[in-house]
Nanobody
């Protein structure tokens, strides 16, 4: 089992930026990513990174605005969120799983979840 601890959520105005962090213990997961869930909606994949290669995959709704990255020295994966929009408001969850080259945003493959961190974007 992997323990995932998130930080970095908060409230910003539209157009602003936030960076989420996820520290994993142990830091051995093949795939790590970010999912989000807004009130009344299903959880959806936002971004995933294949740790071995650094390849990344994004939900089309965040492509060009969000960047997922890793710092192996700190056992941490980040989600840099720029040009935030009210529709990005949700609880964001860090996740880890093992699947091929990690090319999926489907939560059914996730084996470990963080506790979630709230992101609120006001217009």
């Amino acid at each position: 089992q992997v323990q995932l601890v998130e930080s970095g959520g908060g409230s910003v105005q539209a157009g602003g930026s936030l960076r989420l962090s996820c520290t994993a213990s142990p830091y051995t997961s093949q795939c790590m990513g970010w999912f989000r869930q807004a009130p009344g909606k299903e959880r959806e994949g936002v971004a995933v990174i294949y740790r071995a290669s650094g390849d990344t995959y994004y939900n089309v709704s965040v492509e060009g605005r969000f960047t997922v990255s890793q710092d192996n020295a700190k056992n941490t994966v980040y989600l840099q969120m720029n040009r935030l929009e009210p529709r990005d408001t949700a609880t964001y969850y860090c996740a880890s799983f093992r699947l091929g080259n990690c090319n999926t945003l489907d939560s059914e493959h996730v084996t470990d979840w963080g506790q979630g961190t709230q992101v609120t974007v006001s217009s």
